[in-house]
């Protein structure tokens, strides 16, 4: 049984460029949140998304979107690349109720 | 609002010494608690929960018990191994409303053979 799936697991972007972040969830689950963690921080929350909408988000600026496709699979993208961007952004699926909250190994951002 | 407050790191010790990570939290109501793990390049493992006050979460050899009181839920492990060298991170989630789990900033563990 496959668990979170995150692609790609590192890349590289330049200040300016556009990025796109993929997450499937653990079969079973119908649930996704995105977080981002800078290097020696705890994860912070950007947004969750349920039935193909955003039911919740985190003190993120606009430039942060998502995406849930009817899979349950989703798409974190952010425009207008900072450098303060870098960092690891984890998915976490599991159920509407909380559930089994379960995280991928998630993808490093460098942003240069 | 909620927040964890964990200790500072790095946390260094030998192969079998004791181990006591400390993590408080402000919450309102009666929160969910959580120790996740994070090993080098991996996502966060969730290692041990506890759902109401005076349970004790255990797993692997750690635990933690939810102290309402003093608002606390330590983790502590009795002879730590070098394996269990990474982050850990207290986490809390308040029930009903969307479920959304808190992290506090992590604590680094060291163990040296």
């Known amino acids: 049984d496959a668990g979170v799936t995150q692609s790609p697991t590192h890349l590289i972007k330049t200040r300016g460029q556009q990025v796109t972040l993929r997450c499937s969830p653990k079969s079973g689950h119908d649930t996704v949140s995105w977080y981002q963690q800078a290097l020696g921080q705890g994860p912070q929350f950007i947004f969750q998304y349920y039935e193909e909408e955003e039911r919740q988000r985190g003190n993120f600026p606009d430039r942060f979107s998502g995406h849930q496709f009817p899979n349950y699979s989703s798409e974190l993208n952010v425009n207008a690349l900072l450098l303060g961007d870098s960092a690891l952004y984890l998915c976490a699926s599991s159920l509407a109720t909380g559930d089994g909250y379960t995280f991928g190994s998630g993808t490093r951002l460098t942003v240069v | 609002g909620n927040s964890v407050t964990q200790m500072e790191g790095p946390v260094t010790l030998s192969e079998e010494a004791f181990l006591t990570i400390n993590c408080t939290y402000t919450a309102t109501g009666y929160p969910s608690l959580f120790w996740y793990v994070q090993y080098p390049g991996e996502g966060l493992q969730l290692l041990l929960k506890a759902t109401k006050a005076d349970d004790k979460g255990s797993n692997k050899g750690f635990e933690a018990t939810y102290r309402k009181e003093t608002t606390s839920f330590h983790l502590e492990k009795g002879s730590v191994q070098v394996s269990d060298s990474a982050v850990y991170f207290c986490?809390?989630?308040?029930?009903?409303?969307?479920?959304?789990?808190?992290f506090g900033r992590g604590t680094s563990l060291i163990v040296h053979p």
């Open positions: 986490a809390l989630r308040k029930s009903g409303g969307s479920y959304i789990p808190t």
